[in-house]
Each structure stands twice: as C-alpha cells, then as structure tokens.
C-alpha cells in the first residue's frame, strides 16, 4: 500500500480517542480507561501532535496502542513509547 494522505479532523480525532479508550476499558477497567487515555488524549488536545502523528495514530491498530497506553510510566514516556510504536519521529 503506497503512503496515502489521510485526512484528519476532529471527528476522526474524537474517534481515534474513542476507539482507544474502549480498548482500554474492555480489558482492564472503565478506571483504566479513563486513567491511561490521559496523556494522549492531553498531548493531541494540547496541539503538541502533529499531523504526521495524527495520520500515523489514525492507521494504527487501537488495540496495540492501547497496550501501550497500559505500560504505564510518566506522561513523555508513555507518548515517547507510542511515537516509537508508530514509527514517529518528532522534529522539534
């Protein structure tokens, strides 16, 4: 499949969150689905995600982010373990 452009909006943004979170809280709680959605849902909503990151997040797997999520640790290190899981190298 050659790199598309996926469109990102706040809609699909919203579902991406959405469809994490149930992840989340299909295996391991409606606590931890609240709790372990924080830092990505603060890190999109804070405008610190780019679109490349956006596009990239919008074709992964929920499930696999959500394992991810549920790793634990600080907020830069659970984001800095699923930018590497996307293959997302932030240009500061």
Excluded: C
């Excluded at 490349?52 to 634990?72: C, E, S, T, W, Y």
């Amino acid at each position: 499949m050659k790199n598309q452009e996926i469109s990102v909006n706040a809609t699909t943004i919203e579902t991406m969150i959405w469809n994490i979170q149930r992840e989340i809280t299909t295996r391991w709680g409606v606590t931890a689905g609240y709790r372990e959605i924080s830092p990505l849902s603060r890190y999109i909503n804070t405008g610190r995600a780019s679109l490349d990151f956006l596009q990239r997040l919008n074709r992964a797997k929920p499930f696999m982010v959500a394992r991810k999520l549920h790793q634990g640790g600080s907020d830069d290190e659970i984001i800095k373990r699923v930018q590497k899981y996307l293959g997302y190298v932030p240009s500061y």
